[in-house]
């Protein structure tokens, strides 16, 4: 089944940097200056299919993001999973969300709120913020 994430021109211009086996995305998110998805390059329906080594870099990949929240003085942040349709998925490929401190205003359906950036403004939150994960990946190395 194609979806949003199957779109290699959309994922392509949101991809932040990839990580191993893992995507490190910028959201079309409205509220969040810094919320990312993180996704396998391969698609994968949900988290039982991971393969270790994926499972590994997601770990890794979380890590990175939560050094850039607190590298900006974020205290903390939150990590949305959704599990099936059933939890309100729509997306049929596996990824999290990783939202900076509270999630008070993020709705079961993430896809309620997933295209208020335009590609202007990814592609500018994605420049950015490059070459700051590029250097935290030297620095985990």
């Known amino acids: 089944m194609a979806d949003i994430f199957d779109d290699e021109k959309i994922i392509g ?11 490190i995305v910028a959201s079309k998110d409205a509220d969040h200056d810094f919320h990312f998805l993180l996704m396998p390059v391969e698609h994968r329906e ?3 299919e991971l393969t270790e080594v994926e499972l590994k870099d997601m770990q890794k990949s979380e890590s990175l993001v939560a050094e850039l929240y607190k590298q900006h003085g974020l205290d903390g942040y939150s990590k949305i999973e959704l599990v099936g349709t059933g939890a309100g998925r729509t997306v049929q490929h596996y990824h999290v969300h990783i939202l900076p ?5 993020f709705h079961n359906n993430p896809a309620d709120r997933a295209l208020h950036r ?3 403004q990814i592609r500018e939150v994605v420049s950015k913020l490059n070459p700051e994960f590029k250097k935290l ?5």
Do not use: L, P
């Open 13 to 23: 211009a949101s991809t932040i940097v990839k990580f191993g086996t893992i995507r």
């Open 46 to 48: 949900d988290f039982t």
């Open 101 to 105: 401190g509270k999630s008070d205003n």
């Open 118 to 120: 335009s590609a202007d």
């Open 137 to 141: 990946i030297e620095n985990m190395q």
